[in-house]
């Protein structure tokens, strides 16, 4: 027996299932008992979709061994597997009166069949003996179901159970909001014994119903400042802006206010507000409102200077200022803020690499170049930073590329576009790179299309480019930006196989096993 359990292992991981299950039951026929043997059957009977025979086989040794709950378990799957639900609960209730300690694996066993209705029924009815695991996937089934009132009734048992099991299924709740019942979830959190936790509760449900004002009062009634505060935080994050400018007023919070009122679109309001305000946090966002809103590059230049004079270490403060003398044309005073970041990001030192470039600083390039691949091996900027070191190896001028580039630095997206065009009707690496430049200005800007359609004219316009790689590599980029996870793979699948010794196949082969990893693309088996 050990020999033909060893010939069913081997057969089953080649592949050679049909051979396996038999293996599996010529053991299971001369000794019944042997549950390696009926796993293994059961596990290739259930991926083979072979119910009947796993219906048959678990009866006969269900019936020989009824003190086993292997057998009644396989039979509950064999069941489901054949769409007869009826007999499942009856073969799993009568398994139940007898082990009652297999409940939730009656469960997952209906849950997996799709039966989610009648896995939420076996969950209630043994509930007491499973505590606030049972109440937490009754929670989720009742939520998967859409029946979002009852999925609240089990967040209020659950919070019953112990308030801080509520903390992280807030969330939860503001997606409840969002659906047409939503007025039975509040009806239920209204239940809540706990002030602060209720009020939460009811703001959360209120939020995602689109009542932001309500959302706001009903936090207002039972957080404290602090919880209040990371309510508000929240509230912005997700959009909800009427809801944070209301919280933020009731706290005081000049720059927190300006900053939503900037996403309001009320640029003039939120520049006042801040304008009254003298703390360093009301500079900082003035500043960005100078940079991000009104591109007033050298009013932003000098509050951000001028909050570096009062706290020299602000590493948002350099960044800032880098960003706004780059924009100015004036590379010297952005290297100069980037020098005072201590500890440099990714993205910090590849915007030294730009620099660089952009000064001709050869020896700069490669050394921040090296920085970013020896401490960010995964960057998404190291593709970018390592072909800017070969451009400026390839002993071509850089200068009317360099011109490209610097308008998008100021945020002048049409003047760069036109200048990449002109470029990228030429010959040479130049024009090979403009021409990519121009694809990545008409994604940046939403012209998809457009980008898509540049980026296809890549290989022909240049067939010998060592180039075409990274042209592959940005469509894909484009695709898995557009949520099109089938074409992504493709494409990262072209540059593997017609680029494998380019630094974007590199890349290429990380994201491939993701997509693979998570089964994203429908078409992966």
């Known amino acids: 027996m050990a020999q033909s359990m060893g010939r069913a292992r081997m057969l089953e991981q080649s592949g050679q299932l049909d051979a396996a299950l038999v293996e599996y ?105 499973l505590g606030a695991p049972a109440t937490a996937r009754l929670m989720e089934l009742y939520e998967r179901q859409q ?29 409840y909001g969002g659906h047409p019942g939503w007025r039975g979830v509040l009806t239920e959190v209204r239940r809540l014994p706990d002030g602060p936790v209720r009020a939460r509760a009811e703001a959360e449900v209120l939020l995602g119903a689109g009542r932001e004002a309500e959302a706001a009062h009903a936090a207002r009634q039972g957080l404290d400042r602090d919880e209040l505060y990371g309510f508000a935080h929240e509230a912005e994050a997700a959009g909800a802006f009427t809801a944070a400018l ?48 009104r591109r007033d590059y050298e009013a932003a230049a000098r509050s951000y200077a001028e909050i570096l004079r009062r706290d020299p270490g602000n590493a948002d403060a350099a960044w800032g200022l880098a960003t706004s003398r780059v924009a100015l044309g004036d590379t010297a005073g952005a290297r100069e803020a980037l020098a005072r970041i201590v500890q440099p990001s990714d993205s910090v030192l ?3 690499t730009r620099l660089a470039f952009y000064a001709g600083a050869v020896d700069s390039l490669r050394r921040h170049a090296n920085q970013l691949l020896v401490r960010f091996p995964a960057s998404r900027h190291l593709n970018d930073a390592l072909e800017l070191v070969l451009l400026a190896g390839s002993g071509e001028d850089m200068g009317p590329l360099v011109r490209a580039m610097l308008p998008l630095e100021a945020g002048r997206t049409d003047s760069a576009l036109a200048e990449a065009r002109i470029l990228g009707a030429g010959r040479g690496t130049v024009a090979e790179n403009a021409l990519l430049l121009s694809a990545r200005i008409l994604a940046e800007a939403g012209r998809t299309d457009e980008a898509f359609g540049v980026l296809d004219s890549f290989p022909v316009r240049f067939p010998a480019s060592p180039r075409r790689a ?19 793979l493709r494409l990262i699948e072209q540059v593997l196989l017609e680029h494998p010794a380019s630094s974007y196949a590199i890349v290429g082969r990380t994201v491939r096993a993701e997509l693979l990893r998570t089964g994203s693309p429908t078409g992966i088996r």
């Open 147 to 175: 029946r979002h009132p009852e999925a609240a009734r089990e967040f209020v048992t659950l919070a019953g159970i112990d308030p801080r099991l509520s903390a992280g299924l807030m969330p939860r709740l503001r997606e």
């Open 350 to 352: 590849y915007f030294r």
């Open 25 to 129: 039951r010529t053991v299971l026929a001369r000794q019944p008992a042997d549950l390696s043997a009926y796993a293994g059957l059961r596990r290739l009977a259930a991926q083979m979709e072979r119910f009947e025979l796993l219906d048959s086989v678990s009866a006969r040794l269900a019936g020989l061994y009824p003190e086993r709950p292997e057998y009644g378990l396989g039979r509950v799957e064999a069941l489901l597997g054949r769409n007869r639900a009826r007999e499942a609960v009856r073969v799993a209730r009568d398994l139940l009166t007898r082990r009652a300690d297999h409940a939730m694996s009656v469960v997952e066993l209906f849950e997996r069949g799709g039966e989610l209705r009648l896995a939420a029924e076996f969950l209630t009815e043994h509930r007491a003996a």
């Open 470 to 488: 990274r042209a592959l590599f940005e469509q894909a980029e484009l695709a898995g930006a557009l949520g099109d996870d089938d074409r992504r």
């Open 246 to 293: 209301a919280l933020y007023e009731e706290l005081g919070l000049a720059s927190e206010q300006a900053r939503v009122l900037r996403e309001l679109g009320r640029v003039d309001d939120a520049a006042q507000l801040l304008r009254q305000d003298s703390s360093p946090k009301a500079q900082f966002e003035l500043a960005q409102l100078e940079r991000l809103v």
